[in-house]
């Protein structure tokens, strides 16, 4: 989560996955002021969730880490 996925190693993340999103990005955008409003925030958030369920199964760590935070 803290970093992009590593599309050298996972070489097919980016034809499941088509709107990346991590927690170094999120964290650049805070520098950079580019979030406006708190929602823009939980947007990225929820779609950093989605995306690590919507590539890991349900049985992965991954899966059940993004499933907690998204609570």
Known sequence: FLQPVDITVVDDYLTVI????DLSTMRKKIDNREYT????FKE???LLCNNAMTYNGP???YYKEASKLKE
Request: charge should be negative; proline fraction near 7%; aromatic fraction near 0%.
């Open 37 to 40: 409003h708190i929602d823009q």
């Open 44 to 46: 990225d958030l929820i």
């Open 59 to 61: 049985d992965t760590l």
């Open 18 to 21: 088509k709107q990346p999103m």
